[in-house]
């Protein structure tokens, strides 16, 4: 285990339904990443929070609103999502904020199907 | 900003032989180079990383090799084993922004 959990591992939902993905990290990590994952793309990066603000948003669509509400735990919340947001959104989290040149640690990942 | 070419996108390898993936990447302020392994359900998890004041690294079966002049890097595996199929990834990072390869899927033959 790495010490980031993310809740659910599953999740389908229609385009019109409002759902959150949950990560916490057990490490005492001061950084928290929301990261998109689809097939034969690479990794993207959607939010950081460093030290719970947020210092980052990659031109993520306004449908995707994270909250850090402590450095533990991360959400994702969606809403009115489209077909081509289906893919596995994985949370992770660093030691050091402020800094992209830190080892990541990832959590397993929520698989969403928007239908 | 960073871009990160990674090749091959698949490879396949008989049990005990070596695989070698490379990766390019653009930005010459790039200073570390992470390689991590995602297994099936699994998320990406850090196998070796390298610093741009290191020519290489080694840990047991597995190496890195980085050529800042060329800005291109390596990972090595040597005397593969079927628990080494997995997707691996590699990233170049400044302070500011780290960016991904594509992935290269990695299976090993028994």
């Known amino acids: 285990e790495t010490g980031v959990t993310q809740t659910p591992r599953h999740l389908v939902m229609g385009m019109t339904n409002k759902k959150s993905l949950k990560c916490e990290q057990h490490l005492g990590h001061n950084a928290m990443y929301w990261y998109k994952q689809s097939a034969k793309k690479p990794l993207e990066l959607m939010f950081v929070?460093?030290?719970?603000?947020?210092?980052e948003n990659n031109s993520v669509p306004s449908r995707f609103s994270p909250e850090c509400p402590n450095s533990s735990h991360l959400f994702l919340h969606l809403h009115t999502l489209q077909p081509e947001d289906s893919a596995l959104y994985l949370c992770?989290?660093?030691?050091?904020?402020?800094?992209?040149?830190?080892?990541?640690?990832f959590g397993s990942g929520t698989q969403l199907s928007v239908l | 900003g960073e871009n990160v070419e990674q090749h091959p996108s698949t490879l396949s390898v008989q049990e005990g032989d070596s695989a070698v993936i490379k990766c390019t990447y653009s930005d010459s302020a790039s200073n570390y180079f992470p390689w991590y392994k995602q297994e099936l359900g699994k998320g990406p998890q850090l196998i070796i990383d390298i610093r741009s004041n290191v020519g290489e690294k080694k840990d047991q079966r597995i190496a890195v090799t980085l050529n800042k002049t060329a800005k291109h890097f390596s990972l090595h595996i040597t005397e593969t084993q079927p628990e080494d199929s997995a997707v691996y990834f590699c990233?170049?990072?400044?302070?500011?922004?780290?960016?991904f390869g594509a992935g290269t899927r990695l299976t090993v033959k028994p």
């Open positions: 990233a170049a990072s400044n302070v500011n922004d780290m960016r």
């Open positions: 929070y460093s030290l719970e603000e947020r210092v």
């Open positions: 992770a989290s660093s030691q050091v904020p402020g800094s992209s040149n830190e080892k990541l640690f």
